[in-house]
């Protein structure tokens, strides 16, 4: 007599083994592993550094006085404006970047930003499974097609948060200035704001490339997006000092209010005011995104 085979009724079916399946491909790999954790390290040495603003303002960028105007002041007077230029850097950078480092502001927006390399490249995993006749094996088999998806998004959004905390220990040994908001749970909330947009990203990618078979269509893509991505958000500058036409852009770019949490959690000291918008934003996105990229996979992902 045959036993009855029982099917799990559980909607979320799978969704682990699937999950795990991913990592274990990404963690036992270790070149894909330590590139992963290198790029993001020379983003921060070397772009990082290299951009070193705040040494346009200083007082050493200043052209000398000359002599003749130097004479009409008196001792006093020469000590009190050496003083006042002196102390003009860290004035213009706190208010333009909100803090008195370039590096730590860059830094914190490359944390966010680092999302964007980890999750473009799960619409080249979809690819990978399809041609390789993986994903039709997991297509006859109980689990959902949304379970599928979902385990894609939630293995790329781990990774984000993995390379996150990489970014943040190299920022803090690079010289990354802490602000008066941060406390031990801050990581906490830039753990949660980063697998936030980890999802949102990676099913935006996922929905994107759910029909293709070719590799060259997510790589174009990531291509396409990754620099309006960068540009249009406040990862190297502040909105309100971008032109109009970019500020409309970038006050609706998702990536834009992650940093702006990533900052107020870290190295801003104005206080939370903004993070529940954040937040609130961020998590949003990634629902919408997820629900469209799940109704599309009912549709779009066949044998």
Known sequence: MSEEIKVSKNRLHGLWALTNRDLKKWYQNPIVFIIGIIQPVLWLALLGKAMNISSIFSSGSLPAMPQELAATFTAQQLQGLSAYFGGLQTQIMTATFNTPDYFSFM?????????????????????????????????????????????????????????????????????????????????????????????????????????????????????????????????????????????????????????????????????????????AFVGIFALVVTAICIVLSWRYLNK
Do not use: C, H
């Open 107 to 279: 830094a914190m927006g490359m944390v966010a930003f680092v999302t964007v390399f980890t999750t473009a490249f799960v619409g080249i995993s979809v690819v990978f499974d399809r041609r390789l006749g993986f994903m039709n094996k997991v297509l006859s088999t109980p689990v959902s097609r949304s379970v599928i998806i979902l385990s894609k998004v939630v293995s790329a959004s781990m990774r984000s948060v993995f390379q996150a905390a990489i970014v943040t220990i190299i920022a803090y040994l690079l010289g990354l200035q802490l602000g008066a908001n941060f406390t031990p749970f801050s990581i906490l909330g830039i753990f949660a704001i980063v697998f936030l947009i980890g999802f949102g990203l990676s099913s935006m990618f996922t929905a994107i490339t759910l029909r293709t078979t070719r590799m060259e269509t997510p790589q174009a893509i990531f291509n396409l997006v990754t620099l309006p991505l960068m540009f249009a958000s406040s990862a190297y500058f502040p909105i309100d000092k971008m032109p109009d036409w970019l500020q409309a852009i970038a006050n609706v770019n998702p990536i834009s209010y992650t940093i702006d949490a990533v900052r107020r959690l870290m190295i801003f000291s104005d206080g939370y005011g903004p993070l529940v918008t954040d937040f």
